[in-house]
């Protein structure tokens, strides 16, 4: 799975690389703050929170229909959702304003070069999601009976790996049931992560939600197939059986729609 573990931490991929990249820029500017002038130790904070702010307001603004219905979710930053070229634009007008002479923006350059090439490199050695295909196993259901994950061909699948104790798996678990209640051209199937029948049914009446398909997964056999190191997990099945995408952590109502519109498009 394109995630990346550091001890007991469970980053996604391209979070990993942006903190890398973050790490990196913060590292050079400390040594030019030292050697050539101080002001790029304050620069260097205006350049991180602006355009952390100006990418995740521009992602705001293009999925404002879907923000509006909860404005407080705008502040969710570790849901994922920035738009970067509105933070690259933040880059540029800091390097701009905030640096007054040829030679400082001349100096500047290293560390945001420096930043963007480890961004890359990161996210290009650990970001790509591998070609798995579904297993060939059944499981039990929530309903009663097995269900063969690989036994309708043809549709495009979710698959969301979640337990009742992960914090995140609860917050976007409403959402996530209402999707796939709008979503009849694609199966939904939450696969519940080595915990009890009683466990799972006094959670979802409690919540209130309706899920068509709730699976067993005991042992943890659907994360061992993707390599999935943490909790929730969400995973995107092309109608081919195949991997098209793994997102680990809790996901945004716009980035589940918008992995949802490519798994469409590629099965038309």
């Known amino acids: 799975m394109n995630a990346v573990s550091i001890g007991p931490l469970v980053l996604a991929a391209d979070r990993f690389a942006v903190i890398l990249g973050m790490f990196v820029f913060i590292l050079i500017t400390g040594l030019l703050a030292r050697r050539v002038d101080e002001r790029f130790l304050p620069w260097s904070w205006w350049v991180l929170l602006g355009s952390i702010a100006a990418a995740r307001l521009g992602h705001v603004l293009i999925h404002w229909r879907i923000f509006a219905q909860d404005p407080i979710r705008a502040f969710a930053f570790w849901e994922g959702g920035f738009f970067w070229p509105a933070g690259l634009a933040a880059v540029l007008l800091c390097l701009l304003v905030g640096l007054r002479t040829a030679r400082q923006r ?31 196993i059944a499981l039990e259901t929530l309903a009663g009976g097995d269900h063969e994950l690989d036994g309708t061909p043809g549709i495009p699948k979710v698959i969301n790996l979640w337990a009742t104790w992960c914090p995140p798996c609860r917050r976007e678990m409403p959402m996530m049931a209402e999707i796939a209640n709008d979503s009849a051209d694609i199966d939904f199937v939450f696969a519940n992560q080595g ?12 919540a209130e939600i309706a899920l068509d398909l709730v699976l067993f997964d005991r042992f943890g056999d659907l994360a061992r197939h ?13 109608a081919e059986g195949m991997l098209q995408h ?13 992995r949802l519109s490519g798994l469409r498009t590629k099965s038309n």
């Open 106 to 136: 001349l100096w500047a350059l290293l560390p945001l070069t420096a930043a963007l090439v480890v961004w890359n490199t990161a996210w290009r050695i650990s970001g790509t999601a591998p070609s798995i295909s579904l297993p060939a």
């Open 195 to 206: 915990e009890s029948r009683a466990a799972i049914e006094n959670y979802l009446a409690n």
């Open 226 to 238: 993707y390599g999935a190191p943490g909790l929730p997990a969400t995973l995107f099945i092309d």
């Open 246 to 258: 793994a997102h680990l952590g809790e996901i945004s109502r716009e980035n589940l729609l918008s």
